[in-house]
Nanobody
């Protein structure tokens, strides 16, 4: 059974940093994409950062140069380093893995105070 568990969220002041982690357990065949999304109440979930199976990364314009996505294939982990956080980054952050099937974590809350 596949399970994705995020951790690392919390409350931080504007300008601070957080590192989110996503632990992937179980077997997912033919993974081609892993990503971080975020959602605030009343809005659609949006892609924050993604990484392909080849290692190509992409970022939302709003987080470019502040967030860094990475993965550890050996440990089955996905990370999101978030620096220079802003109040607009406040959201629930979710990790997603796409392969044979699409899998989501339960989310972790990130709150940035001004």
């Amino acid at each position: 059974q596949v399970q994705l568990v995020e951790s690392g969220g919390g409350l931080v002041q504007s300008g601070g940093s957080l590192r989110l982690s996503c632990a992937v357990s179980g077997t997912i065949f033919s993974v081609y994409f892993m990503g971080w999304y975020r959602q605030v109440p009343g809005k659609q979930r949006e892609l924050v950062a993604g990484i392909s199976s080849s290692g190509h990364t992409n970022y939302a314009d709003s987080v470019q140069d502040r967030f860094t996505i990475s993965r550890d294939k050996v440990k089955n982990m996905l990370y999101l380093q978030m620096d220079n956080l802003k109040p607009d980054d406040t959201a629930v952050y979710y990790c997603k893995v796409q392969g044979v099937g699409t899998y989501w974590g339960q989310g972790t809350q990130v709150t940035v105070s001004s």
